[in-house]
């Protein structure tokens, strides 16, 4: 049984930092790239940051770089994405997702992934 299962989400002020951590399991971790993914309140599903498989490639939006870092180890069956300088437009649930073609470049697209895990929510006050 496949299951992605986020953690460490939170309410915390601007300018803070969070890790969050998506725990895979029931399929070969190493073989599929992986993303996060962000919602908030009537607004569609869009990519904050994707790794290939290995960890060699990586992709952020705009909105997000030089402020958070996705990481992976395969060794444990964990992606993590470390948010610094948080703002209150960060404020969503924060989806992690796997696509198993993980082919380069690395996907942005939701549809492009094939498992999801249930979302953990962020909130930044201002």
């Known amino acids: 049984q496949v299951q992605l299962v986020e953690s460490g989400g939170g309410l915390l002020q601007a300018g803070g930092s969070l890790r969050l951590s998506c725990a895979a399991s029931g399929f070969t971790f190493s073989n599929y790239a992986m993303a996060w993914f962000r919602q908030a309140p009537g607004k569609e599903r869009g990519i904050v940051a994707a790794i290939s498989r290995l960890g060699l490639n990586t992709y952020y939006a705009d909105s997000v770089k030089d402020r958070f870092t996705i990481s992976r180890d395969n060794a444990k069956n964990t992606v993590y994405l470390q948010m610094n300088s948080l703002k209150p437009e960060d404020t969503a649930v924060y989806f992690c997702?796997?696509?198993?073609?993980?082919?380069?470049?690395?996907?942005?697209?939701?549809?492009?992934?094939?498992?999801w895990g249930q979302g953990t929510q962020v909130t930044v006050s201002s």
């Open positions: 997702a796997a696509d198993r073609r993980g082919s380069l470049p690395v996907a942005t697209t939701a549809g492009t992934y094939d498992y």
